[in-house]
């Protein structure tokens, strides 16, 4: 779940459909997994994935800094009893809320970005990451056992059809029997994705390269 916010505006366009889920998803490990291992599915009523895009640039003051948001996470976590973990998680992009009221001031943004500024924003994202192309977000760990215990986990983040290995650290409680919360913060970089930042006037006001990312997951056990 990262994306490219354009702190400069335009006219929204229409935005394409696009498939339920990634086309490589491993459905099949999921639908009928191992009997003895335990299969949770993400709670997306109850996850959430903020994203900071931040304004950069000598006339960042006349820009907007932006909170992007999904609550539309989807996957699966199972957990073998020989203490394996695999995780398949993905969010479709069209779907990012842009700049919720709530999300803005709970993250203590200052500029007031107008009803028009955002639509155009989330245009210029969905165009920037060729949302139409690439129309998913998608993060896989193959051996997220050390999640269990704080360590870190090594994760393929993918992205504008880009797959970076990065480690995260998260922090992993069980509230009760069936259900897992996982919650952590990362960065990334856009140009890791091949995604050129935003940027207006010879770059004098600009998006920058860097997109903080907080989470908290839920899980239910199926």
Known sequence: MASTVLVACSVPREESTAPQRPADFPSAIY???DPQSSLYQLDSASSI????????GAMAKFGHDHIVASRDLQG???LGDDNSCRADFYAPLNQLIVDDPVLRN???LVTSPSEKDIAGTKTNMLISLQAVEFPFVQ???LDCAGAMD???VATSIGLHGVFQEQQLTMTVTQPDADGIIISGSFAI???DFGIEPFSVFNGLLKVED???ISYQLVARRQ
């Not at 994935?49 to 950069?56: E, N, P, S």
């Open 49 to 56: 994935v903020r994203i900071k895009v931040l304004r950069g």
């Open 150 to 152: 704080g360590q870190p």
């Open 106 to 108: 709970q993250a203590k």
């Open 31 to 33: 639908a009928d997994p």
């Open 139 to 141: 993060l896989q760990s």
């Open 189 to 191: 970089l856009q140009t």
């Open 210 to 212: 860097r997109l903080e």
């Open 76 to 78: 699966y976590l199972l």
